[in-house]
Nanobody
Framework: QVHVVESGGGLAQPGGSLRLSCTVS????????MAWHRQAPGKQRELVAV???????TYADSVQGRFTISRDNAQNTIFLQMNNLKPEDTAVYYC?????????????????WGEGTLVTVSS
């Protein structure tokens, strides 16, 4: 099985910082893109940041300049450094992994999600 595990969520005050981590483990042939999404109650899940295998990063406008996504390919881990947090950043943050899985003699493009980690920004 492939497991995606997030950590680092919690409570922060406006203007504070949190650092999220996500690690994928299991029978993964190779990892492609990795991304952070978030979902607030009653809202659609939205993309926060994505980092490609080559290191190219993309951010939602709402977090540009405040959040930084990074990647450790050797550990199949990504991080999300969240600075200058705002109450509107409150959400469950999910790690999404796009990877290649070997199934028998065939390679399949797969997606896995973590269970999510709650980030609450409140004073």
């Amino acid at each position: 099985q492939v497991h995606v595990v997030e950590s680092g969520g919690g409570l922060a005050q406006p203007g504070g910082s949190l650092r999220l981590s996500c690690t994928v483990s299991g029978r993964v042939f190779s990892v492609k893109d990795m991304a952070w999404h978030r979902q607030a109650p009653g809202k659609q899940r939205e993309l926060v940041a994505v980092v490609s295998n080559s290191g190219t990063t993309t951010y939602a406008d709402s977090v540009q300049g405040r959040f930084t996504i990074s990647r450790d390919n050797a550990q199949n881990t990504i991080f999300l450094q969240m600075n200058n947090l705002k109450p509107e950043d409150t959400a469950v943050y999910y790690c999404n992994v796009d990877y290649l899985k070997m199934d028998g003699d065939q390679l399949h493009d797969m997606y896995s999600w973590g269970e999510g980690t709650l980030v609450t920004v409140s004073s």
